[in-house]
């Protein structure tokens, strides 16, 4: 019997959702969406602890004086946003949720290569997370989200151990992830899918993967290091016996540097989906998109020093890491003209995913900026752990990172639940978050530019009206979060049922039935064009009656 003729026990066709409703169905699952329901799940619960401890820290900040928690706990708080944020949201959150869900069927498959391993990696994220949340509960952690040394070896007395023992687990589910993505876009294309037909999206995720497999490692075996220093007393980085501590930053930064890569890659993949469906037009400079995505990765493993231009090292060094950090900005602003250049007289609609996308491209081209500023030598010395950094930081990951994510949820939630939800106010919640974000951080390059450093909890009085409306913008970033959380939980029970491919997009994944059926495909398809073909006679969404491009972009076997 085939997918199509068979049913749920609601007399409905059997979906991923439907094909078993027990906790064990979920839990035994090796079907990928599924898998990537169980990170989505597992991310967002991190994403709201790492949000809460923040959220306290900017309660902190609105006085001056230090009158909410102590310096200690200060300290224990932002430490535990940047482990949870960094490593248990932002680096897993479109890769292992979207990339999950959405890889296979890109490419035609019916699952990825390894299923088992698929699921192994989400019980090993879920591992990882469980020492994080020991060492919360047993009093946090004090050192930073770095883990710097010889502080995180000698001198803090928290729980380093278990925080480290925590990310350095979760590395092997980003290497097991990594290596599945791989060798299913090597192996698993279905025929006629080259290598330049595949969409923009797997792309993302095939360079991300190499870049997750080769320099996970680096950093899983800088914190055993750490944690053979800390705990067996071998004196790797100690000074006084002979250690580097810097060595522990080149290590840190060779991997962390990739990281932002890992992080920010999908998030192009997934704005390249976007902008030119709601443009109804070919993707701008298709060939160039695809290498600038693969030098991102490449030369992303040069650039580690211009983490370290107050650290010592030579200054023909810094020369060198300054250089290679403005290459890198080369293939980034060739994606930006090439999104910008996709839209013009484009036939542009603008649903919520538009919105998000379009935000992504703001957020980022002012982080990607600003981080010419930290590249050049002399500026980078003026704003070295200032609130300058934290801007920068932030406008990149959580600014770029966090519209991309909110894009995709909106852009497949139809595909992944077969449920509409409400356009006004996900339109309202995307406006919301673009505020919201400036004004949490725009302040913040103010207050780094005159001087004032992070983490710390106190603060001369001059910078107050600073913090106050970057308190004040995080609640409304706060409000702008939680808003999806809502209608999306509702649209998900009462929304009426969304089409087979509502927005009418390219895409093998927009063929299949909403939500999917479990293995896919009833048959292999065919793939006879390349990615993002509109024709010519498409208008705007409402051109073309439902399903009339898939019979022309995929036919089975």
Not at 16 to 37: E, M, P, V
Not at 60 to 80: C, G, H, I, K, W
Not at 198 to 211: C, E, G
Not at 270 to 291: D, H, K, L, N
Request: proline share 7%; hydrophobic share 50%.
């Amino acid at each position: 019997m085939s997918q199509a003729a068979a049913q749920a026990a609601d007399g409905r066709p059997l979906t991923y959702l439907s094909n078993g409703f027990t906790l064990r169905s979920w839990l035994t699952s090796t079907d990928h969406k599924r898998i990537a329901i169980l990170y989505a799940v597992s991310i967002t619960a991190f994403f709201f602890l790492g949000g809460i401890a923040i959220g306290i820290v900017r309660l902190e900040l609105v006085t001056p004086t230090q009158d909410l928690v102590s310096a200690d706990t200060y300290n224990r708080l932002f430490t535990l946003h940047g482990i949870v944020m960094v490593w248990f949201f932002l680096v897993p959150s479109i890769p292992t949720t979207f990339g999950n869900f959405l890889l296979p069927m890109m490419i035609g498959a019916k699952d990825l290569a390894m299923p088992r391993l698929n699921l192994f990696s989400w019980y090993l994220y879920v591992a990882g997370g469980l020492f994080t949340v020991y060492a919360l509960i047993a009093g946090g952690v004090d050192t930073g989200w770095t883990f710097y040394t010889p502080f995180s070896t000698m001198f803090s007395n928290s729980h380093v151990l278990a925080a480290a023992m925590g990310v350095f687990v979760v590395g092997f589910s980003s290497v097991a992830t990594g290596i599945n993505f791989i060798v299913t876009t090597h192996m698993m294309r279905t025929r006629g899918m080259t290598w330049m037909r595949l969409p923009l999206f797997v792309w993302a995720m095939y360079a991300t993967s190499f870049v997750m497999v080769l320099a996970t490692p680096v950093l899983s075996v800088a914190l055993l290091l750490v944690m053979a220093e800390r705990w067996l007393g071998v004196p790797i980085f100690n000074p006084t016996h002979g250690g580097d501590p810097l060595l522990f930053q080149h290590l840190f930064w060779f991997y962390s540097h990739p990281a932002v890569y890992i992080m920010i890659l999908p998030a192009m993949g997934v704005v390249s989906e976007i902008f030119p469906c709601f443009a109804r037009r070919r993707i701008f400079g298709y060939q160039f998109m695809v290498y600038a995505m693969v030098a991102i990765a490449v030369i992303g493993f040069f650039v580690w020093g211009h983490h370290m231009f107050v650290s010592g090292q030579s200054g023909y060094a810094n020369l060198v890491f300054s250089f290679l950090s403005f290459v890198v900005a080369v293939p980034s602003a060739i994606k930006v003209f090439n999104w910008t250049a996709t839209l013009y007289r484009g036939q542009i609609t603008f649903e919520a995913p538009m919105f998000y996308a379009i935000g992504f491209v703001g957020l980022f081209t002012i982080g990607g900026l600003t981080g010419l500023f930290l590249a050049t030598v002399p500026i980078d010395i003026q704003a070295t752990d200032t609130y300058f950094v934290v801007a920068h930081f932030h406008y990149i990951m959580v600014g770029g990172s966090v519209s991309a994510l909110f894009a995709a949820i909106h852009f497949w939630w139809p595909k992944m639940t077969g449920r509409m939800y409400p356009e006004i106010w996900a339109r309202f919640a995307a406006i919301l978050m673009f505020f919201g974000f400036n004004f949490t951080f725009f302040p913040q390059f103010i207050m780094g530019w005159m001087g004032m450093p992070r983490r710390y909890g106190s603060y001369p009085p001059e910078f107050q009206i600073y913090h106050v409306l970057s308190s004040a913008g995080a609640l409304v970033l706060a409000a702008a979060y939680l808003l999806p959380l809502g209608y999306l939980t509702w649209a998900y029970f009462r929304a009426p049922r969304a089409p087979r491919n509502p927005w009418h997009a390219t895409g093998l994944e927009w063929t299949t039935p909403s939500p999917p059926p479990p293995l896919n495909f009833d048959a292999p398809p065919v793939v006879n064009e390349g990615p993002y073909h509109y024709h010519p006679a498409e208008v705007g969404p409402e051109a073309r009656p439902e399903g009339a491009e898939d019979e022309q972009r995929a036919s089975s076997a």
